[in-house]
């Protein structure tokens, strides 16, 4: 029977076009921080770890990046800290969390060690690695750990007490000449003889802290008889006799970061600039000024280059002015995500310095006052909206910003009936923006001094709307809008809860205006804090708090009766066969084109639940999945392709659902995988459906086998059973769908091999 099947299944696969295998997770992170630098003369490549993962450099290809590794990878942890290639050609990656990722780089695999990250210690950040023969000792935010190369195991005890300084006192470099191993801590130098002593008793240490090396020394390096260490307060050096300020008062006092020996030259980092002297003559200091900010300074192997680090633009090999990194986010936090409807991705950076960025699908842009001037006259972005055809990043000081294919115009004071704040008439603090259904753009404010805390883009001019008492010393901020064109606006300040609006039809006239107020505390005692809202496909308006979700689900009724609005109502999870509270402390919340939610949490992850809030579908989270962090600040969901993004502070996540819209008209029904060998720990896909088809398997005889309802997207879903719970035989079997009236109908084939 076998044999007979598999020819047939050979032809099968033959003519059924196969289901896209689209990566399931894609991160995108900024490498352009670079903290650590390890160079490989063997595969004559650079190594340079950053706050978003690793990138390599060939640098037989002018300096081209030739590859980059996250989380999705093979790394634990994506911010790194520290890297070291042991005598064995194996990459070692420190991480802030304390995980150690080693990377062979002959063979590419991986392997890694968890003693630190699992450890009970309070500070586990991995802050240098320093391979010295058979050993790596690790410098880490509680004392030094040597670990042998050859077996990974753990030499002696941490070091934890190095002579006089407090226990677990960080240590943040390391060096050796001879038999002596420097360690450069936040107490200040200490040195011992790692041969012949046990450095576990603390008398083996000696120690030096008068200043400027009495806190925070960075960096510590040898040559010789000669020690040079770097601290927060100033750069000093060990003659062969005693320690002494760096012999050049010009940069003895400065902050250094790192130092580094290449043949007879000492070179360091003196605030953010790049210093050189000879070693034959220390006070000749050539200081290189550069608008970059440097960070870490590495050599290769031959002592033929400097690699220069920077803090936001990759490195530099030997002085060339070209910046290397790869093409990557300008910074790892998103604030919010949109979507435009070419399937651009576009970011706003929260914070002062970042501006906002867009993803093309190919290369990321950063847009602010030095890319893109016309933005306005701060680069604090903290929203950004896209809704007909035009994409807003709503400015924190600078007002909102509009994009409209090319043509990018700012909105603030000077230029516009927008307002200031009570104490700087020019801080513009637009904060949250939707469109009506009517086209205009609503904009809330954070903070102002018009006595107007809502403002409307309509007709190419704005319209301003007076606060009624109910809200007149509270700040707005995040607005959805319902299908009676009702806005809803969370608020903050004096007064907390959720406001709702609505011009009745006559944005002009505010005589007819229509609104209410939600109290923070209508929603109960344990709500602290309103963080988000949305309007869903079913027009119930959902928001998130510190304690659960709330929904509305007849906001008309608001509008009927705004002194008396219908209560909001917590959402309930089935477990068991009862509903329980759902309690996450919520962040944000987005429905998909299936309308089912997904909910970014303070500290869990993502909830994905169904359309009605009452099953738990998944959990994505930081420790089981390749999201980036636990803590997700936004959430947008394509419906042309069902990708989800999370954006955080590390980064933003994509990954893949089923939830994409549906097709006009069939053409091809597409399976995968095919052949779908059962029981299966996956689903079989059906792509490629109309709205809410109806879906029958069927043997080639026409028997059917199974037969259920799409979820109302262009995808599918079926586990190869019955309603009985019954395995298909193996065998081919037609798959056939159709829409509702059965004037559609659309056709494909799959190969089931069960086990």
């Not at 055809?389 to 294919?405: D, E, N, S």
């Not at 997904?598 to 959990?619: K, M, P, R, Y």
């Amino acid at each position: 029977m076998i044999t007979r099947f598999i020819p047939a299944l050979l032809m099968l696969l033959v003519t059924v076009a196969g289901y896209s295998q689209e990566a399931q997770w894609i991160n995108y992170t900024d490498l352009k921080s670079v903290t650590s630098i390890a160079y490989d003369s063997a595969g004559n490549r650079t190594y340079c770890a950053s706050k978003g993962g690793l990138f390599v450099v060939d640098n037989s290809q002018s300096g081209t990046v030739v590859k980059k590794y996250t989380n999705l990878d093979g790394l634990i942890n994506i911010s790194l800290t520290s890297l070291a290639i042991d005598k064995n050609r194996r990459l070692w990656i420190g991480a802030s969390d304390g995980s150690i990722s080693i990377l062979d780089l002959g063979s590419s695999s991986w392997k890694y060690i968890f003693d630190i990250k699992n450890s009970t210690e309070s500070n586990k950040i991995i802050n240098f690695l320093y391979p010295v023969g058979n050993f790596m000792f690790i410098a880490t935010g509680y004392g030094i750990h040597k670990v042998s190369v050859s077996n990974l195991t753990f030499i002696d005890a941490p070091y934890y007490k190095l002579g006089s300084f407090p226990v677990n006192t960080t240590v943040y470099s390391l060096a050796s000449s001879g038999n002596l191993l420097y360690a450069a801590t936040k107490s200040g130098v200490a040195w011992g003889n790692y041969v012949n002593s046990n450095l576990n008793n603390p008398a083996s240490w000696s120690n030096y802290n008068a200043a400027p090396l009495n806190a925070e020394v960075r960096t510590v390096e040898t040559s010789g008889q000669l020690v040079f260490a770097g601290s927060d307060g100033g750069f000093s050096y060990f003659n062969g006799t005693s320690w002494a300020p760096y012999p050049n008062s010009n940069v003895s006092s400065r902050p250094t970061k790192d130092v580094q020996l290449m043949n007879d030259r000492i070179f360091f980092i003196g605030g953010s600039n790049l210093l050189v002297a000879p070693l034959s003559d220390l006070p000749n200091v050539s200081e290189y000024l550069d608008p970059a900010s440097y960070s870490v300074l590495a050599r290769d192997s031959r002592n033929d280059w400097i690699i220069s680090g920077y803090t936001d633009n990759g490195i530099r090999i030997n002085g060339n002015s070209d910046f290397i990194f790869p093409n990557s986010p300008y910074t790892n936090i998103f604030s919010q995500v949109t979507l435009d409807d070419n399937g651009s991705i576009w970011a706003a950076g929260g914070l002062p310095t970042n501006g906002f960025y867009r993803f093309d699908g190919s290369k990321w842009e950063n847009y602010n006052l030095s890319t893109h001037p016309e933005i306005g006259n701060s680069n604090w972005f903290q929203k950004i909206v896209y809704g007909n055809g035009t994409v807003w990043a709503l400015g924190f000081g600078g007002g909102p910003t509009m994009i409209r294919g090319n043509e990018i115009m700012n909105f603030n004071p000077s230029n516009s009936i927008l307002p200031g704040i009570s104490n700087d008439p020019n801080f513009c603090a637009s904060y949250g923006g939707a469109y009506d259904l009517n086209g205009a753009f609503w904009v809330t404010f954070f903070g102002t001094n018009s006595g107007s805390s809502m403002y409307a883009y309509y007709g190419d001019q704005w319209i301003r709307f007076l606060n009624p008492s109910t809200i007149a010393a509270s700040t707005l901020s995040q607005v959805a809008v319902d299908s009676y064109n009702t806005k809803w606006v969370v608020t903050a300040g004096s007064r907390s809860g959720v406001y709702f609006f609505n011009e009745n039809g006559s944005i002009e006239n505010p005589a007819d205006d229509i609104y209410g107020f939600y109290d923070i505390a209508e929603f109960g005692s344990e709500i602290t804090n309103i963080t988000y809202l949305i309007v869903e496909k079913n027009n119930e308006v959902w928001i998130t708090t510190n304690n659960g979700v709330f929904i509305i689900a007849n906001p008309l009724g608001a509008i009927q009766n705004p002194s008396a609005p219908p209560r909001p109502q917590k959402l309930g999870i089935i477990s068991g066969n009862l509903r329980v509270p759902f309690t996450e402390n919520c962040v944000t919340i987005a429905n998909d084109i299936l309308n089912d939610k997904w909910i970014g949490t303070e500290t869990n992850g993502v909830f994905h639940l169904s359309s009605d809030g009452a099953t738990l579908i998944q959990q994505l989270n930081a420790s089981q999945t390749p999201l980036l962090a636990n803590k997700v600040n936004t959430i947008a969901i394509s419906s042309k392709n069902g990708r989800a993004y999370f954006g955080t502070q590390n980064g933003l996540s994509s990954y893949k659902t089923d939830a994409v819209e549906p097709v006009n008209d069939f053409d091809k029904i597409i399976v995968s995988p095919n052949p779908y060998v059962i029981p299966s720990s996956v689903d079989l896909k059906i792509d490629g459906l109309v709205e809410n088809s109806s879906i029958k398997i069927m043997s080639v005889s026409g028997s059917i086998f199974t037969e259920f309802e799409s979820p109302g997207g262009r995808i599918a879903s079926w586990n190869g059973q019955n309603s009985n719970g019954d395995l298909a035989p193996s065998g081919v079997y037609i798959i056939v769908a159709f829409n509702s009236d059965g004037s559609k109908v659309g056709k494909g084939k799959v190969a089931i091999v069960r086990k």
